[in-house]
């Protein structure tokens, strides 16, 4: 069976292709630069650059290789980047979307897209289970929500793995919180992190593991995948500091209202993962066991 992945040069597209190849699946890995894999060498694996916001080049891909599983992780991804120009993230994240969408049915493709805790507007409790309702309040939030609408009409199979606040080792992308605890203190850098925001943070080969289970089950419908412990940032990178042996004091709490965002953050999220656990057979790393893996 072969899988063509979105967005694979990616934080989560390392981790993902290097657990579906270990387990023999075709890899079809796009992205629009070149390829920064290291599989390059592995029989089971195809790099083609693809935009997805050309259906042009989206065509061409999807027919040379006539897809059995899209994973659709591409996607304008910061928050702020994506208030501060609206116009470029809903191309990318929405009509792009719609585009793989389009060329994935011509060849009745499983159809899995990626989304976030961000399409919550976090006024609750948090832990939010499948089927409560959304309400982003950011538009990086609504252009992941509208992507979804246009899933869930998707004609063949399809599934949405929605994620809060992924981190880990950061291979070949950008940093995420940890590595930037971690780079700080080890500078004797001081580094306000906000204590007023509550999530489950998602370990990225947890991530993964739950993509492969999806493919292997064709599970359809919403799954919320996540870590299973509840913390604020702030507590994430004072266990983050306590592991490394680093100078916690060096952390500064703060509040949203301390920072200067263009979007606005959603409080308390968080998922219950039931449904990932009952019918993946899911179970998420603690936060301990997804730091001692990640700087180990």
Not at 123 to 133: A, F, L, Q, R, S
Not at 144 to 161: H, S, T
Not at 196 to 217: F, G, H, M, N, S
Request: hydrophobic share 40%.
């Amino acid at each position: 069976m072969n899988v063509l992945i979105t967005g694979a040069n990616g934080f989560l597209g390392y981790y993902l292709i290097q657990q579906l190849l270990e387990k023999k699946f075709d890899v079809i890995a796009t992205s629009k630069g070149e390829c920064r894999l290291p599989y390059l060498a592995d029989d089971h694996f195809r790099y083609e650059q693809m935009d997805i916001t050309d259906p042009f080049s989206v065509h061409d891909v999807f027919e040379k290789y006539k897809p059995a599983v899209v994973v659709h992780g591409g996607a304008a991804s910061k928050p702020d980047d994506c208030e501060k120009d609206q116009w470029q993230a809903y191309v990318v994240n929405v009509e792009g979307t719609v585009t793989n969408l389009l060329n994935a049915a011509g060849h009745k493709s499983f159809f899995i897209f990626l989304s976030t805790d961000f399409i919550f507007d976090g006024e609750g409790k948090g832990m939010y289970k499948e089927d409560d309702e959304p309400n982003p309040v950011n538009y990086y939030g609504k252009t992941k929500l509208e992507a979804e609408e246009a899933v869930k009409e998707y004609e063949y199979y399809w599934a949405i793995v929605r994620t809060v606040m992924v981190y880990g080792k950061p291979i070949l992308s950008r940093s995420n919180i940890l590595s930037i605890v971690k780079d700080k203190l080890e500078k004797g850098e001081s580094y306000k992190v906000v204590d007023d925001q509550v999530r489950t943070p998602t370990y990225v080969e947890d991530l993964a593991a739950a993509i492969v289970r999806i493919i292997e089950k064709k599970a359809t419908g919403v799954y919320h995948v996540s870590g299973k412990d509840v913390m604020t940032p702030y507590q994430m990178a004072c266990r983050t500091a306590n592991y490394l042996g680093l100078n916690k004091d060096l952390l500064i709490k703060a509040t949203a209202a301390d920072f200067s965002q263009a979007a606005k953050r959603p409080p308390v999220t968080g998922f219950n993962i039931d449904k990932a656990r009952k019918e993946l057979g899911f179970e998420p790393l603690s936060f301990e066991e997804g730091i001692s893996k990640m700087f180990s």
